[in-house]
């Protein structure tokens, strides 16, 4: 960075500070790249950390790697706990995402295809309730709705509520892409005899196929990482799922067991990580700052 | 035998705008058959009506002698040709083609092998595993004309389906679709904008304004003797000039010249009678000298048509317009003589704009033409 040529010097100054602006230009990009390099490395670290912790033998909240073992990775899988744990988080976030696409595919088609007076009304209050129905602030009637629907300490229960919770959003955006494909593929279709099921599995379906892994990507990650829903719902230890076993790795006394939370955290991370890749090099759309076609 | 009658069809669609007013119009077997008219017309409405996509509101359609008012699209054995060809995106041609049958429940390899035949005797051969995407826009309509044969329906629907190609292929495939037509003779009704396509293309045509049929008949008929001065001033590449005048003395005068009354309307018209004068810019000559049934007139502007010129003159009663020949353009500034073919000259009724004529040489609703009897025209 040294290297690069200073710019140009403005026309008019006089050449004795030319050399000034060189140094000041030269002061301020090693002060820019002094910050950036601070600021990666507050978000490095945790990573960091998350990644070599595991590795070490007595981890501490210092990230490095002093005696590297397999260890814990042995232990952890030794453990019948985080075995189930993450298991049913695998079958509460695969569960819900069937139930948020399936009725989420059919309820955007319905919605994009027949008029409805006041539709669009509709739409922006049930986004408006969605947050509702996942906040905190309904969880009490949720937990006596599920009890008195005996759903208390299922993973049934906890699919369909978290399904309730995310299925707004889902037929919101899926709507928006099943309002772009052209309705004469449709009529199309229909002239040539196909039903509405035929017409939704050959032609709609195919289509908007981006816009349903959106929603399934989107619906694993936000499954795969809720706590408060499957933390109130269930009851039994064997049915909870990873990021509420997370909670269970302390001491009797409080103290953070390290070795376990970390080398669990990793293993918690890693399929979110790989979906995210996954959808990126297919689809290549990012989850920040919204969604590219 | 696959005729369509369509009796009293009304459509209202529920913003209250009435597409099609009681429309009546009987399409023989194996016809050509034309829907032309302004946008907004019905037309589009019409053939949606017929192919189902569109419930009537009152009347009947009967395809080959059967009450299909109330049956869905499918079961109508119609195939629709659509203006944007509605190719699915995620299939290649062979799939394209072979969707009806699939929804037929044909077997795979069967449907694809007949999707490839169909698509070769289109002239799609080497093109079978391409996506629509990598097709040329005439490509792309023929892989729709082809999934329209490919489901062997008893009428072929067209909605504009050239309008979305250059100038140039559009000449092209409307020779093809004269040929696919002449191939399989499956009664075809056809609903365009661009009337030399419906001239070159139907062995009939309707033409249609507000929701009704302004005309019925053969593209030689609704040419050269339009019923009423709406499909006068619509039909026509350069409009139809359409002058007021009066019957006087036996003859029709027009200003101050006059001519004889034209043959069509002979018998017809009595003394002192208004009437509109309609005749064609191509069937009007240009003088320069003062002439028997000539309306002296101001050369105005002269546009270049390719072959011949398009002169516009100003006259007493209004804007005329002549096809001239090459040589025989005249200078802008200039003064000559309009003198219309008489026997090719029409007069309308100033009232009513109807044609002046006895009704059977005109108004082909009367009796459809055989398919057999129409061959030779166009």
């Known amino acids: 960075m040294v290297a690069e040529p200073a710019p140009a010097p403005a026309p008019g100054p006089a050449p004795l500070s030319d050399t000034r602006w060189v140094v000041r230009a030269l002061v301020a990009r090693v002060q820019f790249y002094v910050f950036i390099a601070l600021v990666a490395a507050f978000f490095a670290l945790p990573m960091a950390w998350l990644v070599l912790a595991p590795f070490e033998a007595h981890p501490s909240l210092v990230a490095g790697l002093t005696q590297p073992t397999l260890r814990n990775f042995v232990d952890i899988f030794r453990n019948p706990a985080v075995r189930e744990s993450l298991l049913n988080s695998v079958v509460l976030a695969l569960g819900t995402m069937v139930v948020v696409v399936a009725a989420a595919a059919l309820a955007a088609y319905a919605l994009s295809r027949v008029r409805l007076p006041g539709r669009n009304v509709i739409l922006y209050v049930l986004l408006l309730f969605s947050s509702v129905v996942t906040g905190s602030a309904a969880m009490v009637p949720i937990f006596l709705l599920a009890y008195d629907l005996h759903l208390i300490n299922t993973l049934t229960g906890v699919i369909l509520v978290l399904a309730g919770g995310l299925l707004p959003a889902a037929i919101f955006i899926l709507k928006d892409f099943m309002d772009s494909t052209p309705a004469s593929y449709e009529e199309s279709a229909r002239v040539f005899g196909a039903g509405p099921f035929q017409i939704l599995r050959d032609i709609v379906v195919p289509l908007v196929r981006p816009g349903l892994a959106v929603i399934a990507v989107w619906t694993i990650v936000t499954v795969w990482s809720s706590f408060l829903t499957p933390f109130i719902l269930l009851r039994d230890p064997t049915l909870t799922p990873a990021a509420v076993q997370i909670y269970s790795f302390y001491s009797a006394g409080g103290t953070a067991n390290l070795r376990l939370i970390s080398t669990f955290g990793l293993l918690y991370t890693i399929p979110v990580v790989v979906m995210y890749l996954v959808v990126q090099t297919r689809y290549g759309f990012r989850f920040y700052g919204g969604l590219k076609r | ?378």
Do not use: W
């Not at chain 2, 040709?81 to 509605?86: K, M, S, W």
């Open chain 2, 1 to 378: 035998m696959a005729d369509i009658t369509i009796s009293g069809l009304t459509k209202v669609y529920s913003n209250g705008v009435r597409a099609l007013r009681d429309v009546d119009l009987t399409i023989a077997d194996g016809e050509f058959f034309a829907l032309l008219g302004p946008s907004g017309c019905g037309k589009t409405t019409l053939l949606r009506t017929l192919a189902g996509l569109e419930v009537a509101n009152a009347g009947r359609i009967t395809i080959a002698a059967r009450d299909v008012t109330r049956l869905p699209p499918g079961a109508r054995k119609v195939a629709m040709v659509f203006q944007d060809y509605a190719l699915y995106p995620h299939m290649d041609v062979a799939d394209n083609i072979a969707y009806p049958l699939k929804i037929q429940r044909m077997a795979r390899g069967a449907r694809r092998q007949r999707a490839a035949e169909t698509g070769a005797h289109l002239g799609l051969g080497g093109l079978m595993d391409r996506r629509p995407a990598q097709l040329s826009g005439g490509q792309q309509q023929r892989v729709a004309l082809a999934r329209a044969v490919a489901s062997h329906p008893n009428v072929f629907l067209f909605d504009e389906p050239l309008s979305n190609l250059d100038a140039r292929l559009r000449m092209e495939a409307r020779t093809f679709l004269k040929r696919l037509h002449a191939d399989l003779r499956i009664t075809t009704v056809y609903v365009t904008h661009d009337q030399s396509e419906a001239l070159a293309l139907a062995d009939r045509m309707a033409v249609m304004d507000g929701g009704v049929i302004r005309q019925v008949g053969s593209p030689v008929e609704v040419f050269q003797r339009p019923a009423n001065l709406f499909v006068a001033s619509f039909i026509g590449s350069t409009p139809m000039n359409l002058v007021d005048a009066v019957v006087e003395g036996g003859r029709v005068r027009v200003g101050r010249a006059d001519i004889a009354v034209p043959p069509s309307a002979t018998g017809l018209v009595h003394e002192g009678e208004p009437v509109v004068l309609g005749f064609r810019p191509e069937y009007t000559e240009l003088r320069d000298q003062p002439t028997e049934g000539g309306f002296p007139a101001h050369v105005a502007i002269v546009e270049h048509l390719g072959i011949g010129f398009l002169i516009d003159l100003e006259h007493e009663g209004g804007l005329l317009q002549v096809v001239v020949a090459d040589e025989d353009c005249p200078t802008v500034g200039t003064d000559g003589f309009v003198v219309p073919n008489a026997s090719r000259a029409l007069l309308y009724r100033k009232d009513s704009g109807e044609l002046i004529a006895t009704p059977t040489s005109t108004l082909g609703q009367a009796a459809p033409v055989a398919a057999g009897d129409v061959d030779t025209v166009g």
